[in-house]
């Protein structure tokens, strides 16, 4: 504060210095050199015409001068030279002195010009007086000579020629000394010749008169023309102009010296002023490099509290757009602040809840023990959570989860309270719902498990059904498929041997009609032989049909486990299957060890193969021109036996794979496939075997059946 | 300031030709020949001409100077009294304009020093011009022609000083070179031998005793009247008599007159003051007696009137 004044005063001072510097550079640049110059030659053309004029008027007093324009001339130029000496600045002391002498330079050149005025008109007067003397002197003497006959005034006459010749030289002489006796003698000339004038003739007389009145003027206005000319030459004009010089000098000396004065002062407060600048210029940088630190520290400042105020800005948006209620308190309180979610939670707008106490949302429905729980805990400066069961502003209610927590200042005191909480009533709710949703939800389990129970034995049973079924199925298709084969060797057989017939009896009737015919009966025998080694044939195929259709259906049904050879089993099951695949491109193939000899269900192997080749045969080349290859192949390790059927056919898709092994399950349900198959397949390995079986195939790729079951190694 | 100049020039002018002249002339011819050149701004020559022709400077548009300062006729009216305006009667004779501006004071009793100062004077008599300046400054201040030309050269416009200054400085133009001059520059044969037997009596009669300078007479006062009393002669005294003495009243003033140039003195008829002589002769007579204290005979008084004759000025209008 006392800085600033300080400051104050330091600028009023300068102002005030550069003002007084200011007067005084204009008092110094006041002082006019060119007007004194002027003023002292103007004096000195002055002093110079004014001794023009005194010259120029002694020169018309001894005629040698005869004009009065120069006399005009001077007058007219000093008159100037006057004016132009007329002072003009008045703020001066000495302008009055000044201005004085000048008036009295004008006074003594107004009484300069009237002296001169009547210099002129008298010494015309004179010079014209003198001028004319010696012409009236001679006229006079010429008329007294003439007049001499008049005896009897000779004398006088002579006498006033004499007097009259004395008379003009005396007036010569005056004129032009300075004699101050002649003019006693002119005057006692002109007395004489006023004694005289009485005795000659009027004409002479008035002659006499005239000569006498410009003598008169001769001796008066001689002496006022001196009188004019001392006066002009003896006036104080010069002195005057003197006196001015000297005022005026005295003037400009005592401005020289004020100036000078002035400039002493111009120059101290210069070096004041610079010393102050200095000062200051020095102050300046001190103070522009503590305003630089300041002006850093002031950026740092607000570098943060930019961040702050975004942290804020974020934080208060955070809070606006909150999709829970908050709610500030003071300690006592009253709200100060509730977000937007508030408003629209209980209806109450911000401007109505603001100032309020959060007990306009009480319902009644919580116990006053409860409130007292809440404000305990937040009075010892815990977090208080809970749910309220809150009334909005239409008289609504609803439940909210609240937590409530002291907000504390840096002094560690409580400042607010801050209640964040959440609209919980379609919670509360669901949970009723779902509480009693999960009662009924026992009850139906129950229910629907023993709906299941009976539905499984249900299954059960039409699965034992199923299988009976299948079982009757497979030996009608055994049937159908034996009565088929055996009936072309039977066939044959009949038709060979009814032939055989003819020919022995078309023997016997030739033996009977005794027309035998060597020839014919020797072809006759020959076609006997035949026939009968082709109904041999035929019936020795149909034997081992018989056999092999003995053994399938022997091992299938009450079969026991026995040893058998792998080899020869699946052997004979693709002998059965020839006929199957007699116009087919296709090759079977059995890789197996002749020598493997396993103890198991040779039946069952036999009808699962039998079946993958049936199936092979009528999904896998449903096209009898393609050309195919189906392996078997068979491993026996470990007392497991593994049988891997391949077929290189069309494959499966993976909804078919899915479904394989499902009964009654079947592509070709019109061309009166049953669909049991490979359910009674899975079935053999599965129960009877207690193996396994897993099929791979894709759409093109053909199928790979893969079985695995334990056997007791021989 | 311009002005100002001028005059220092036109009087710079003036003493260089007479101490020029004084050299040669010191104890020769009191009577001076006119300048053979004057400096002088024409642009305010011509438009002092205008105001000096301009009717308007009088009170009702009827007078102007050059009313009773013709041009045509030696600068006067050759009227006993001027006429002003509403007919109204002078009390003196105009004296001519030309080569006034070498007087060495204005007005018969020399109340105005400068012309500048005499150009106010008829303006705002009441029996001459009857105006005033608050009634001119508005009429020439309507006139474009005179605002453009006042501007042109006076920086603040029309004004009293200014309308002064142009007619005066119109005015200082006005001289007139007369076969006299061209004697005193030294042509022997400018004028006659009558004239030059005029001009000597003229002298030795002591004429030149006052008629001298440039202007043959206007740069001194003298008292009409010296031998005799030419106003009790003539009776009937006048205010305008007493001359000068209604300048300063001193009793020396009395009947005193500034001494008329006797330039272009043939035709500006009639003479004295009071315009009461109509011809040279009595003039001469009547100076001779009054002024000179003696009678001229008439021959010689015709042998001045010769001379006289070639103080006319030969090249003016």
Redesign the interface.
């Known amino acids: 504060m006392s800085k600033s004044l300080l400051q104050r005063y330091v600028g009023v001072i300068s102002g005030l210095v550069l003002a007084v510097l200011m007067t005084l550079f204009a008092f110094t640049v006041s002082i006019d050199q060119e007007q004194h110059k002027r003023v002292v030659s103007t004096l000195h053309m002055f002093r110079q015409h004014n001794a023009d004029l005194s010259r120029d008027m002694l020169?018309l007093r001894h005629g040698?001068?005869?004009?009065?324009?120069?006399?005009?001339?001077t007058l007219?130029?000093m008159n100037?030279y006057v004016s132009r000496l007329k002072p003009d600045n008045s703020d001066t002391t000495e302008y009055d002195a000044l201005l004085a002498a000048h008036k009295n330079l004008l006074a003594g050149m107004v009484h300069k010009v009237i002296v001169v005025?009547?210099f002129?008109?008298d010494?015309?007067?004179f010079?014209?007086?003198l001028?004319?003397l010696p012409?009236?002197t001679e006229n006079l003497i010429n008329q007294l000579n003439g007049d001499i006959s008049y005896k009897k005034q000779q004398d006088t006459h002579l006498e006033l020629i004499h007097i009259s010749q004395k008379l003009i030289r005396y007036l010569l002489v005056f004129s032009q000394t300075e004699a101050r006796h002649q003019s006693d003698s002119v005057t006692q000339l002109i007395l004489q010749m006023e004694q005289h004038k009485a005795r000659v003739a009027v004409p002479i007389q008035q002659m006499i008169n005239?000569l006498m009145?410009?003598a008169r003027?001769v001796i008066q206005y001689k002496s006022r023309i001196e009188g004019h000319l001392f006066s002009v030459i003896n006036s104080s004009t010069d002195q005057q102009a003197a006196n001015y010089f000297q005022t005026f000098n005295t003037w400009f000396e005592n401005r020289l010296a004020w100036v000078n004065l002035f400039r002493q002062l111009l120059f101290v407060f210069g070096m004041m002023l610079f010393v102050y600048v200095m000062v200051m210029i020095y102050r300046l940088r001190r103070k522009s490099h503590q305003l630089e630190q300041t002006h850093e520290a002031l950026r740092e400042e607000m570098v943060q509290r930019q961040r702050a105020d975004d942290q804020l800005r974020k934080l208060g948006l955070a809070v606006e757009q909150s999709p829970v209620s908050v709610v500030i308190t003071d300690t006592m309180g009253t709200i100060d602040y509730v977000n937007p979610k508030f408003v629209q939670a209980t209806g109450f707008t911000r401007d109505e809840a603001i100032g309020c106490n959060p007990r306009i949302l009480k319902s009644g429905d919580m116990s006053s023990h409860f409130y007292r729980d809440l404000w305990d805990t937040l009075a010892s400066g815990n977090i208080w959570r809970g749910e309220f069961h809150n009334r909005r502003k239409d008289g609504s209610l609803y439940w909210e989860s609240a937590t409530i927590s002291p907000v504390k200042a840096d002094s560690g005191e409580t400042s607010h309270y801050v209640a964040v909480k959440e609209d919980i009533t379609q919670r509360k709710q669901m949970e009723a719902e779902l509480k009693q949703t999960l009662a009924s939800l026992d009850e139906k389990v129950a229910l629907r498990t023993q709906e299941l129970n009976e539905k499984v034995a249900e299954l059960e049973r039409t699965r034992h059904v199923l299988i009976e079924n299948e079982k009757m199925a497979s030996l009608g298709r055994l049937v159908a498929g034996f009565s088929h084969e055996i009936n072309t060797p039977i066939g044959v057989a009949v038709g060979s041997a009814s032939h055989n017939l003819e020919a022995v009896q078309e023997v016997i009737t030739m033996l009977e009609n005794d027309r035998f015919d060597e020839g014919r009966f020797v072809t006759l025998l020959e076609s006997m032989d035949e026939t009968a080694k082709l109904t041999l044939a035929n019936l020795r195929r149909a034997a081992n049909m018989v056999h092999g259709f003995k053994r399938t259906s022997l091992d299938q049904s009450e079969e026991k486990q026995r040893v058998f050879s792998v080899r020869d089993t699946i052997d004979d099951v693709i002998r059965s299957f020839q006929h199957a695949f007699k116009n087919t491109g296709i090759e079977i193939k059995l890789i197996c060890d002749a020598e493997l000899r396993v103890e198991s269900y040779p039946g069952c192997l036999d009808q699962v193969i039998g079946i993958l080749l049936s199936n092979s045969r009528t999904h896998a080349f449903d096209d009898d021109t393609q050309a195919g290859i189906i392996s078997i192949e068979v491993t026996g390790e470990h007392r497991q036996l593994s049988v891997v059927f391949k077929d290189n056919g069309i494959g499966m898709d993976e909804l078919v794979l899915s479904k394989l092994f499902e009964p009654f399950f079947t592509t070709r349900r019109g061309a009166g496939n049953s669909g049991l198959g490979l359910y009674i397949c899975y079935n053999l390995i599965t129960s009877k075997l207690a193996g396994s079986v897993t099929c791979s195939s894709q759409h093109g790729q053909g199928a790979i059946f893969t079985i695995s079951f334990p056997v007791v190694n021989a | 300031m311009k002005k100002n100049h001028l005059i220092?020039l036109l009087?710079g002018t003036?003493?260089l030709s007479?101490?020029s002249l004084?050299a040669e002339n010191?104890?020769q011819?009191?009577?001076?020949p006119l300048p053979t050149k004057i400096v002088l701004n024409p642009a305010k020559v011509e438009l002092g001409r205008q105001l000096f022709h301009d009717v308007r400077l009088s009170g009702d548009d009827t007078i102007s100077c050059a009313s009773c300062h013709s041009l045509t006729s030696a600068g006067v009216d050759n009227l006993v009294h001027s006429v002003g305006i509403r007919n109204q009667t002078g009390a003196v004779n105009a004296p001519t304009v030309f080569n006034s501006g070498y007087n060495?004071r204005q007005f018969w009793d020399g109340r105005a020093a400068t012309l500048e100062e005499q150009a106010a004077g008829p303006i705002h008599n009441p029996i001459e011009m009857d105006a005033s300046w608050a009634r001119v400054l508005p009429k020439l201040r309507a006139d474009a022609d005179y605002v453009k030309a006042f501007s042109a050269h006076y920086s603040d416009g029309i004004q009293p000083k200014n309308i002064q200054d142009a007619i005066a400085t119109f005015e200082r133009s006005l001289i007139t070179y007369s076969r006299f001059d061209r004697y005193l520059y030294g042509d022997t044969n400018a004028i006659t031998e009558r004239e030059k037997e005029g001009y000597r009596l003229f002298k030795?009669y002591?004429c030149?005793?006052?008629h001298?300078?440039?202007n043959i007479g206007g740069?001194?006062?003298?008292?009409l009247g010296?031998?005799g009393d030419f106003f009790a002669d003539r009776g009937s005294i006048t205010k305008p008599d007493l001359g000068r003495y209604n300048v300063t009243e001193q009793e020396?003033d009395r009947h005193?007159f500034k001494v008329p140039s006797l330039r272009n003195i043939a035709r500006t008829e009639p003479y004295f003051h009071d315009g009461s002589i109509p011809d040279l002769q009595t003039a001469v007579a009547i100076m001779a007696r009054y002024?000179?204290?003696?009678s001229i005979p008439a021959e010689h008084v015709d042998l001045i009137i010769t001379f006289l004759h070639a103080l006319n000025g030969v090249d003016h209008e």
């Not at chain 1, 040698?64 to 001339?73: G, K, N, S, W």
């Open positions: 020169l040698m001068l005869t004009h009065y324009d120069t006399l005009e001339a007219t130029t100037g005025d009547q002129k008109s010494s015309a007067l010079r014209n007086s001028a004319y012409i009236a005239n009145d410009h003027i | 220092i009087i003036l003493f007479a101490s004084l010191l104890t011819e009191p009577i001076r060495f030795s002591g030149i005793a006052c001298q300078g440039i740069n001194l006062y003298q008292k010296f031998f020396s005193r002024q000179l204290g003696r």
